[in-house]
């Protein structure tokens, strides 16, 4: 959620820092501040509501000279969006903090430092940090030695960048729950939340564990595990460039990404299918061995990862014969759920950073549900650490908050997974084959569904001045209708609801009338003549119809219904081919509403709190 960038140096590092900043505006942020320490030895601060643009301009005013420095976007948990709530926080003018996560026992710890003469600015729980750190500064601790005292008394979750003038060639960093990586140079060294932000300084990355505390300076960085000692961590070379998320030619970073899943999905594909079959080691060197021993799935995820694991559940169910349950991270870790043993516990994220999956995961080990695998866009992220299997996306940095290609690229992940366990259950090698085509097929119809961009452009014109929207869909196109309704939320800010077809006359047939626009997925499947049947309830009733059908269905435009033709699509593949024109109604009804499509309101890309 909130970003973090530091750097030490031998040259200026405020431009540094601010060109990290616009890196992470992509992860959601409400305000933004940094700190610099001087040639005089002196803290300078600047923050501000909004935009890093602002911010920008608050430097280009007054200019902050130095070599030590720490910045952060803050996107609001505790207290609101203000200047005196942006970090970074400074301490009596000595020592400055930013922070990601939460601290769970700050009113505890604020009321202690109220009583020893502490004067608090701000209504966060990251101000509690900055004064504790200072609190043990002042028994004489070196800082080092004094965050580390600190972190004693935090209970929560933490990316901590911290810097004082009394030390002013170290910059102490520490992270528990929260992402943090060290980005290495020569006679410089940095901090980020996420590699993207740093790879115009260095493609030299060090991923720190949680629990760990480190020290950095111009020579080098020197790591502590959570007990104190020194440890080394692994030294990564990333392989994306700086322009890798740069937006290019494309208006928004969610067109680009869009357009980009022909693409993703062929890069998701390569080297895991050979002669017609799903390759088992893709997932792991113990993976045979682990699926061998699964009688179920247990799919943990939040938000657009959610709607994938639903359609994986009836995948898994209808191809592999495998009983699946897809759980909400955040209710699955507090209700107690009864344990399956043998069960394969599935955490998809496009982080691996979400707090409430990696929570999910932890409970389900704790719980003895069975083995664990991952499927994940980022290498080196928490989720994938802490799981025995991993199956990456490979969907490239996602900078768009509004998931798209990363939810595709999971879908395919989620596809293979479905093969390689339906084996064990009686899928011949005939219907694998079959799915395997269907898979290499897949970039093309993908291709071909983006060509509808022009006609769907022009279709949003009828949206954009609506409030609400019902999408409908029928088994696994369903959750393709769950997602599109949360796309169009998301970034236009319309009110949108998805339900099963044949509920409409359950409840939601009472909504139907002219000004509410009914969206519908008409894949030529064995449910298509149910789904008719509901469409044609809707018509009666002077609802307006926008119906995305295969061309293979058979659905007419009539009055009131408008049909968008998608190119013959397979049943296996067809949910996630007919997300994608979905997709792109979501981003032309946003652009013609004027909304911020790339960082829409309230919402963050990496969500790392509960």
Request: hydrophobic residues 45%; charged residues 20%; contains cysteine.
């Amino acid at each position: 959620m909130c970003g973090i960038v530091g750097a030490i140096a031998q040259r200026d590092v405020a431009p540094i820092l601010l060109e990290g900043l616009r890196r992470l505006e992509y992860r959601g942020y409400d305000s933004a501040g940094m700190v610099v320490l001087g040639g005089d030895g002196a803290l300078s601060r600047i923050r501000a509501t909004g935009k890093v643009s602002e911010l920008g301009a608050l430097q280009q005013q007054s200019p902050l000279p130095g070599s030590l420095g720490i910045a952060h976007t803050r996107w609001a948990t505790h207290g609101k969006p203000t200047v005196a709530n942006a970090h970074p926080h400074i301490c009596r003018d000595t020592v400055a903090v930013v922070h990601n996560g939460i601290i769970e026992n700050h009113e505890e710890l604020r009321a202690r430092q109220r009583a020893q003469g502490f004067v608090f600015t701000s209504e966060t729980d990251t101000e509690v940090i900055v004064h504790q750190v200072y609190h043990y500064l002042e028994q004489g601790k070196d800082l080092l030695a004094a965050v580390q005292a600190t972190l004693a008394e935090l209970h929560g979750a933490y990316a901590l960048g911290v810097v004082s003038k009394t030390e002013p060639g170290r910059l102490v960093v520490a992270r528990r729950g929260s992402p943090l990586v060290i980005g290495l140079g020569i006679g410089e060294n940095f901090i980020a939340s996420d590699v993207a932000a740093l790879l115009p300084v260095t493609q030299r990355f060090m991923f720190l564990e949680d629990g760990d505390v480190a020290v950095l300076t111009t020579e080098g960085c020197q790591v502590f595990d959570r007990n104190g000692i020194p440890v080394r961590r692994t030294e990564r070379l990333s392989e994306l460039t700086a322009d890798a998320v740069e937006r290019g030619e494309y208006r928004h970073y969610m067109l680009k990404e869009i357009f980009e899943q022909p693409r993703a999905v062929a890069d998701c594909l390569q080297g895991r299918i050979a002669d017609n079959r799903v390759l088992e080691q893709s997932f792991g060197p113990d993976a045979a061995r682990i699926f061998d021993t699964v009688q179920g799935v247990h799919i943990i995820a939040c938000g657009t990862s959610y709607h994938a694991g639903m359609i994986g559940r009836y995948w898994l169910e209808s191809i592999a014969g495998v009983p699946c349950s897809v759980e909400v991270a955040s209710e699955f870790r507090y209700r107690r759920p009864v344990v399956r043993k043998n069960s394969l516990i599935v955490t998809l994220s496009q982080s691996g950073e979400t707090a409430d999956t990696l929570a999910g995961l932890q409970e389900a080990k704790r719980l003895g549900f069975g083995h664990s695998l991952a499927i994940c866009n980022v290498p080196e992220s928490s989720l994938v650490r802490e799981s025995e299997l991993v199956l990456m996306t490979r969907a490239g940095p996602e900078i768009g908050v509004a998931s798209t290609k990363a939810f595709t690229t999971q879908l395919v992940s989620l596809l293979l997974l479905v093969i390689v366990l339906g084996r064990r259950q009686g899928l011949s090698e005939a219907q694998e084959a079959a799915l395997v085509q269907q898979l290499i097929s897949l970039p093309g119809k993908i291709e071909h569904a983006l060509q509808l961009n022009t006609q769907i452009r022009e279709l949003a014109e009828r949206f954009a001045d609506k409030h609400h929207a019902l999408f409908l869909g029928r088994g696994a196109q369903y959750p393709v209708a769950m997602e599109g309704a949360l796309k169009l939320k998301e970034i236009s800010y319309i009110h949108a609801e998805a339900y099963p077809a044949g509920e409409l006359k359950h409840g939601p047939l009472a909504l139907v009338d002219a000004d509410m626009p009914v969206i519908a997925v008409a894949p030529n499947n064995d449910l298509l003549e149910k789904l008719k049947s509901n469409l044609q309830e809707v018509s009666a009733r002077g609802g307006e119809l926008f119906v995305f059908a295969d061309e293979g269905a058979g659905v007419a435009a009539t009055a009131g219904v408008t049909v968008l033709p998608v190119a013959a699509t397979d049943d296996g593949i067809a949910p996630i081919v007919f997300t994608v024109p979905l997709q792109l109604l979501a981003y032309h009804v946003a652009v013609l509403k004027g909304t911020d499509v790339d960082q829409p309101r309230n919402l963050a890309k990496s969500v790392t709190v509960e």
